[in-house]
């Protein structure tokens, strides 16, 4: 009787801790990001108001590898479109609250023709920046095969609102509007992140017109990335590729050899390696089960790494893939956050409500869904241990409370995490050289 009166009483200690939280949830529709009840946390928003974006940059003069033949590469100019949160300054009148334009379907697949839609945000189209109080550092984030700049709203605006200025890339050839040959995919994810981190650092500089000059501060960058988006961060931040994804590359591509220059031992790989780039962020990061990497070329990622997967992962695997990169970064210091039960999509946003519509093609809901988690409680969680691990590392905030856990979340409840609540994650944790 007296265990029963205790779970009570914590269950309505618990109600009012929360009852502020969810009122946003209740009070008005919900929107990707917002907290649910039992999110952890450091989930909430920060002190900011979040303004929002858009930016155009071409690459000129890049491989333009759909086109490539007999090992020739023609070259084009890439165009690159970027959503920026950051930020901002608004009246006491003014309503965080911005309008998305997305698609269902697939360019290239005519069983999936393009359906437009939109989804509200909690931020303010192209808001003054919030000036005077020095550079933010920058976050960088890749989507995955297919997606768009929009598929991680949740995260984005929730780390604008903690003082970050955070850049999400559309990549050309890779998206749902665009989707061309998935070896434009392999060959430039990791050179788009890279250009992408130029552009802003240049916009940032103090003779820039641009609203991020003295804004942002490229030299204290993240790299957050998602499945085809995790396998371009990992490159971009140390580890070369393998041989075997040359000839798996050349293969697809009637012999190019455009991707050598992002393999472990290619001379000019070596010297794109970028100092500014503090930490990584990969969910769910595709390509070591299909021989991408090797010992030697993970060995060269040395930025603190958070990698976070799902245990029934049957896209980019996770015994022989997201794991075994954990384990083979061993000059990282590195965790692994897993999601029990979990398969790939530990880090869209939820399934739009235009996903569930009659007669739209099944995947048009499994782009976003987990067959055996809440989305929105994933979103709670992933915005939880990224804010510790980007604030630890960017911000140098003491969070490491935050991520120094049991193993087992069903051990005891995690720090930061209401009562009850941490159940089916497991967080793994290796110092570099380790």
Same mark, same amino acid.
């Given at each position: 009787m007296k265990s029963l009166f205790a779970i009570f009483s914590l269950v309505v200690l618990q109600f009012v801790f929360t009852t502020k939280t969810f009122s946003q949830a209740t009070d008005e529709a919900f929107v990707f990001g917002d907290? *649910?009840?039992?999110?952890?946390? *450091?989930?909430?928003?920060?002190?900011?108001?979040?303004?929002?974006?858009?930016?155009?940059f071409v690459n000129k003069g890049q491989v333009d590898v759909l086109k490539s033949k007999g090992g020739v590469d023609p070259l084009y100019d890439r165009p690159i479109k970027v959503e920026v949160w950051y930020p901002a300054v608004l009246s006491a009148s003014t309503k965080e609250s911005v309008t998305y334009d997305q698609v269902m379907g697939t360019s290239n697949d005519p069983k999936r023709p393009l359906i437009p839609f939109t989804f509200q945000g909690r931020a303010v189209r192209d808001a003054s920046p919030k000036t005077g109080e020095g550079a933010f550092p920058l976050v960088i984030v890749s989507h995955g095969y297919v997606g768009s700049r929009f598929l991680m709203t949740y995260l984005t605006e929730n780390l604008a609102s903690k003082g970050y200025i955070v850049v999400a890339i559309d990549h050309t050839e890779s998206t749902f509007r665009d989707a061309a040959?998935?070896?434009?995919?392999?060959?430039?994810?990791?050179?788009?992140?890279?250009?992408?981190?130029?552009? =802003?650092?240049?916009? @940032? +500089?103090?003779?820039? +017109?641009? !609203?991020?000059?003295? !804004?942002?501060?490229?030299?204290?960058?993240?790299?957050?990335?998602?499945?085809? /988006?995790?396998? @371009? =961060?990992?490159n971009a931040s140390g580890a070369g590729y393998a041989e075997s994804a040359t000839k798996f590359f050349g293969l697809m591509t009637g012999g190019s050899k455009a991707i050598e220059v992002r393999t472990t031992n290619n001379s000019d790989y070596k010297?794109?390696?970028?100092?500014? =780039?503090?930490a990584v962020v990969a969910f769910a990061p595709w390509g070591m089960e299909r021989g991408v990497w090797d010992a030697e070329g993970l060995k060269g990622l040395k930025v603190p790494t958070f990698l976070i997967a799902g245990n029934q992962d049957d896209i980019s695997g996770y015994e022989k893939g997201t794991k075994a990169i954990y384990t083979g970064i061993i000059n990282a210091n590195r965790y692994l956050l897993t999601y029990d039960n979990a398969r790939h999509n530990v880090a869209p946003n939820p399934p739009p409500a235009e996903s569930l519509k009659p007669g739209l093609h099944f995947d048009e809901y499994y782009r976003y869904a987990e067959p055996a988690w809440n989305e929105r409680r994933i979103n709670n969680i992933n915005q939880h241990f990224v804010t510790a691990f980007l604030g630890i590392h960017l911000k140098k905030k003491d969070l490491a409370k935050y991520l120094d856990l049991k193993?087992?979340?069903?051990?005891?409840?995690?720090?930061? !995490?209401?009562?009850?609540?941490?159940? /089916?994650?497991?967080?793994?944790?290796?110092?570099?050289?380790?």
């Open positions: 907290a *649910l009840p039992d999110a952890p946390e *450091l989930a909430a928003r920060g002190e900011y108001k979040v303004g929002v974006r858009t930016l155009d040959g998935f070896q434009s995919t392999l060959l430039n994810r990791s050179k788009d992140v890279l250009f992408v981190l130029n552009q =802003i650092a240049d916009l @940032g +500089k103090t003779n820039s +017109k641009s !609203f991020l000059s003295g !804004f942002v501060d490229a030299d204290n960058t993240a790299l957050v990335g998602y499945s085809m /988006g995790g396998y @371009g =961060i990992l010297t794109s390696q970028d100092s500014r =780039i503090k193993e087992n979340s069903n051990e005891k409840t995690w720090t930061g !995490f209401k009562p009850r609540s941490s159940t /089916g994650l497991e967080l793994l944790h290796t110092e570099a050289g380790k």
